[in-house]
C-alpha cells in the first residue's frame, strides 16, 4: 500500500501545531521522522494511525481517502516509547492480544506468536508474566505484538528511548531487519541523529510542526537544505559562524578575513552563517584546505569510543572531534582546523548555498526509499 | 574535607546470604576523595544504585563499615551524613521563586543573607540561570527546573558529598551537550566531592576523574576514562565502553601470536604463561581494526554502516563477526576484504580478566 499525506495540517485551539505535511510512503519503506521534543513527531503519527483527524488536506491510502476513518478501520500497528504491555497475562496472550478480536483459528494465532517470538528472541520467556521480564523484553514484547498484526503501517514512537544504550544498540540493529521482510510501512520517530544514520532508509527532518527536509537518510545528513535539517541532524550541535561576504572578501562577525571560504565564491555580497560538524574539525592540522581558528578549550566530552573538545573561538564555542579517548586541559590554547570542502553556507533566510547538489524541496521527493 | 571509604562494603536485599550469588552488592574496598568525581556506570540491575543508596544512607548495607573521614555512618541516618542529592526528576518548590528555590538549603542553614546572595548568584550565573532569577519556579519547562535541582544540590559549599542519580533522565538530548559540560565546568569550579550513579557512558566518561563499572553488583573496574577505553581490565568494560563495543575472538595464544580459526595475527606483547584450561579470548575495539586494500586477513563484509562521521564495516573473519573501522579514503567496500589489526591495542582475556603480557 502507498501512503501519501496531502498538505496535511492541524490546528488545536487556534494554534498551527502541525504545517502543511507532504510525504509519499511506499511498501516496504524506512521512513524516519527526525526532531526534538515537541517538533511534531508524535502528531503525525497520531494522524497517520487516525487517533486524530488533520483539521486540513487529506491521507490517502492506495488511492482511496482515508482522512477521516478512525485507527480500528485501519491497518496500523503502534509501539510507544513507554513499553505498554497487559500486565496479567503472560508473554504469550500479550503477543497474542490483537490476534484475539480478528477472529483467526487457534493454530494460526499460535503460529503467528511463536513466528514473533522467534525473531525477536522471546522464546523462552512466553510463559513468563511482563514484570519478571527487563525493560528491554518487555518492549521486543511490545513490538512482538506490532509484528504479529502484520499491519500495512508500523508506527514506532522513540521504541528505544527508554532503554540502556547497550540494548539500543542490538534492537536498532534488528529492528528495521525484522520489519522489513513485512512489506510494510515503517515509520521511526527519534530525537537522536545517530539512531536515524544506523537505521538508514529515509529520513524526515521536522522543526515545530513543519517538514524541514526529506530525503535518503545519508543525503540529508550530508546536504542538509536549509539550516533547520542542518542543526536536527547534527549531534553534538552543528558549530557555526556569522560571516558578511563583500566582493571577494569574507569576515567573521569581528571583521577577520577568512581564507578558504569557497563555499561562498558564487554567492551574491551579504550576511551568511557558515556551519559545519563537529567531525570536519579537528586539532591537528590535517592536509591543505583548513580554515584556522585560534581558540581555548573549555571542556571536553568523551563518548566512549570519541572525544569532543569544545573550543571557545571567541565569536562562539564549536565542538571538535578527537578520536580515541582523550582529554584536553581547561583554558589550554589550540588551533581549530577546519576542513573547508566540508563548511556548509547558508543564507540568511537559512536556505542552503552553494551546495554541490541541491536538495530536493520537501513537497517533490518521495522518502520511501526501498531497503 | 571529607574522604569516603567503602571498607568491605557488600549488600544482600534477602535476608541469609549464603553464597556471592545472594549479594546484589558484592563486597568493595575503596576510598573516594575530596574534589574528585567519581561515576557509578553500569547496566539496569547492575548494583550502581544500591551503591549509592549505602552512601545517602536510604540503605543500610549488610555487611562493611562506611567512613566519612574517620567517622563511621554506616547507621546514621541520611540527614545527619550532610550530603546533597539531586534526583532523576526535578524536585523544585513551584511557588517559591527559581532564587529563593537555590537558596533553600542555606536559608535553612542560617546563613547570613549576604553570603547565601553571593553563592545564589554564584551558582545561578555557571547554570546560565541569571536572567531567571526573579521568576517563580512554575511554569518553568522540565529542563530548566531540572538545572534549578541541580543548583541546590551544589549550592553549599559544606556537603560532605554532592550525590547524582542519572540527572539528565529527563533532558533532551540537544541540551544534554550542554549540561554534561556544565556539570564538569562545575566540578571544576568546586571543591566537592561528587558521585553521579547512570547508565549512559557519555555522561560518565565526560563527568567523572575516575568510573566505576560495574556489572551484576560488582564493581569490575575502577578507572580514568582512557584506561577504560584503551585497556579494558574485564571483557564487560570492552563491551560496555565504546559504541560499539570491543570485538572479542575466542582465541589460541602462543607467546607473540594469536590464531583465530585458521588465522593468525601479531600481538603487542608476549603471552607466554597463561594460565591452562581457561577460555581464552582476544579483544580489539573497531576503531583498532581496520580495513584496508594493502595486506591484511581476509574477511568477508556482511554490510557498511554509514554513521556520518565515520563508517562501520561488519565483517567475518572465518567465523567470527567482527565490527571494523573503514579508513576514509577507502571509497567503496566489495563482498571481501583485509583487515590489519594494531598489536598495541589487542588484549588477552582469560575467564575474561585482561592479562599483563611481557613486554617485546
Same mark, same amino acid.
Given at each position: 500500500m502507498t501512503f501519501v499525506l496531502n498538505h496535511v495540517g492541524l490546528e488545536v485551539s487556534g494554534v498551527?501545531?502541525?504545517?502543511?505535511i507532504c510525504l509519499a510512503l511506499e511498501p516496504g519503506s524506512l521512513n524516519i521522522l527526525l526532531g526534538?521534543?515537541?517538533?511534531g513527531k508524535t502528531t503525525i503519527m497520531r494522524l497517520m494511525a487516525g487517533l486524530d483527524a488533520p483539521t486540513s488536506g487529506r491521507i490517502l491510502l492506495d488511492g482511496n481517502d482515508?482522512?477521516?476513518?478512525p485507527v480500528r478501520k485501519r491497518s496500523v500497528a503502534m509501539v510507544y516509547q513507554q513499553f505498554v504491555n497487559?500486565?496479567?497475562?503472560?508473554i504469550y496472550e500479550n503477543i497474542a492480544s490483537p490476534l484475539?478480536?480478528?477472529?483467526?483459528t487457534k493454530s494460526e494465532v499460535d503460529a503467528r506468536v511463536r513466528e514473533a517470538a522467534r525473531v525477536l528472541r522471546l522464546e523462552n520467556l512466553?510463559?513468563?508474566?511482563?514484570?519478571?521480564?527487563s525493560g528491554g523484553q518487555q518492549q521486543r514484547t511490545a513490538i512482538a505484538r506490532a509484528l504479529v498484526k502484520r499491519a500495512g503501517l508500523v508506527l514506532l514512537d522513540?521504541?528505544?528511548?527508554?532503554?540502556?544504550y547497550k540494548l539500543r544498540e542490538d534492537l536498532r540493529e534488528e529492528l528495521p531487519r525484522i520489519f522489513s521482510r513485512t512489506g510494510a510501512i515503517l515509520v521511526y520517530a527519534t530525537t537522536e541523529p545517530s539512531e536515524a544514520l544506523l537505521l538508514g532508509g529515509a529520513t524526515i527532518t521536522l522543526r515545530e510542526g513543519r517538514v524541514t527536509q526529506a530525503g535518503p537518510t545519508s543525503h540529508v545528513y550530508r546536504d542538509p537544505a536549509n539550516i533547520d535539517a542542518a542543526r536536527v541532524f547534527s549531534d553534538p550541535p552543528l558549530n557555526e559562524l556569522a560571516v558578511t561576504k563583500r566582493g571577494a572578501a569574507v569576515v567573521d562577525a569581528k571583521g577577520r578575513p577568512l581564507a578558504q571560504?569557497?563555499?561562498?565564491?558564487e554567492a551574491p555580497d551579504g550576511a551568511y552563517r557558515l556551519a559545519f560538524r563537529a567531525?570536519?574539525?579537528?586539532l591537528a592540522p590535517a592536509g591543505n584546505d583548513r580554515m584556522t581558528f585560534p581558540g581555548k578549550v573549555v571542556v571536553t566530552e568523551i563518548s566512549g569510543s570519541e572525544s569532543f573538545v569544545h573550543v571557545d573561538v571567541g565569536v562562539g564555542t564549536w565542538v571538535c572531534l578527537v578520536p580515541g579517548v582523550h582529554e584536553r586541559t581547561p583554558e589550554q590554547e589550540v588551533v581549530v582546523h577546519v576542513d573547508a570542502a566540508r563548511v556548509l553556507a547558508f543564507d540568511a533566510k537559512g536556505q542552503r548555498v552553494g551546495a554541490t547538489a541541491s536538495a530536493p524541496a520537501p513537497a517533490d521527493v518521495n522518502p520511501g526509499e526501498k531497503r | 574535607m571529607t574522604r569516603i571509604t567503602l571498607d568491605r562494603i557488600a549488600h544482600s536485599y534477602g535476608d541469609n546470604p549464603r553464597?556471592?550469588?545472594?549479594?546484589?552488592?558484592?563486597p568493595l574496598q575503596h576510598v573516594w576523595e575530596q574534589g574528585s568525581a567519581y561515576a557509578l556506570l *553500569?547496566?539496569?540491575?547492575? @548494583?550502581k544504585t544500591t551503591l549509592l543508596n549505602v552512601i545517602s544512607g536510604l540503605v543500610i548495607p549488610s555487611e562493611g563499615r562506611l567512613l566519612f573521614d574517620d567517622v563511621?555512618?554506616?547507621?546514621?541516618p541520611t540527614e545527619q551524613r550532610n550530603i546533597a542529592q539531586v534526583f532523576q526528576f526535578p524536585v523544585i518548590?513551584?511557588?517559591?521563586?527559581v532564587a529563593e528555590n537555590l537558596a533553600f538549603p542555606l536559608k535553612n542553614r542560617r546563613l547570613p543573607r549576604l553570603v547565601i546572595d553571593k553563592r545564589v548568584a554564584e551558582i545561578a550565573k555557571m547554570l546560565d540561570l541569571t536572567a531567571d532569577l *526573579?521568576?517563580?519556579?512554575? @511554569?518553568?519547562s522540565a529542563d530548566a527546573k531540572q538545572k534549578i535541582s541541580l543548583g541546590r544540590g551544589l549550592?553549599?559549599?559544606?556537603?560532605s558529598a554532592v550525590l547524582f542519580d542519572e540527572?539528565?533522565?529527563?533532558?533532551?538530548p540537544a541540551l544534554k551537550w550542554e549540561l554534561r559540560s556544565k556539570l564538569k565546568a562545575v566540578h571544576r569550579a568546586f571543591d566537592l566531592l561528587m558521585i553521579y550513579v547512570t547508565h549512559d557512558q557519555i555522561e560518565a566518561l565526560t563527568f567523572a576523574d575516575k568510573v566505576v563499572v560495574m556489572n551484576d553488583g560488582r564493581a569490575v573496574q575502577i578507572g580514568a576514562p582512557a584506561e577504560l577505553f584503551?585497556?579494558?581490565?574485564h571483557t564487560f568494560v570492552g563491551y560496555f565502553i565504546g559504541s560499539p563495543g570491543m570485538n572479542f575472538m575466542p582465541a589460541q595464544v602462543d607467546a607473540k601470536r594469536a590464531r583465530v580459526g585458521s588465522h593468525e595475527f601479531d600481538l603487542?606483547?608476549?603471552?607466554?604463561?597463561l594460565p591452562k584450561n581457561r577460555s581464552i579470548q582476544v579483544g580489539v575495539r573497531p576503531e583498532f581494526v581496520t580495513l584496508t586494500s594493502g595486506p591484511g586477513l581476509p574477511v568477508q563484509v556482511r554490510r557498511i554502516a554509514d554513521l556520518g562521521r565515520k563508517r562501520l564495516a561488519y565483517v567475518n573473519l572465518g567465523d567470527h563477526p567482527i565490527i571494523a573501522s573503514v579508513p576514509h579514503e577507502m571509497e567503496s567496500v566489495g563482498d571481501t576484504a583485509n583487515i590489519s589489526i594494531d598489536p598495541a591495542n589487542t588484549h588477552v582475556y582469560v575467564a575474561d580478566v585482561r592479562q599483563q603480557g611481557a613486554p617485546v
Open positions: 498551527r501545531v502541525i504545517d502543511d526534538p521534543t515537541l517538533a482515508v482522512t477521516g476513518l497487559y500486565p496479567s497475562l503472560n484475539r478480536v480478528v477472529g483467526l512466553l510463559e513468563r508474566m511482563p514484570a519478571q521480564l522513540e521504541p528505544l528511548a527508554n532503554l540502556d571560504a569557497d563555499v561562498l565564491s567531525d570536519a574539525a579537528s | 553464597t556471592e550469588a545472594d549479594y546484589q552488592l558484592k *553500569g547496566p539496569s540491575g547492575c @548494583g563511621d555512618v554506616t547507621h546514621l518548590y513551584d511557588t517559591m521563586t *526573579g521568576r517563580p519556579a512554575r @511554569g518553568l549550592v553549599r559549599s559544606d556537603v540527572p539528565l533522565t529527563v533532558i533532551d584503551y585497556r579494558p581490565e603487542g606483547a608476549d603471552y607466554t604463561d
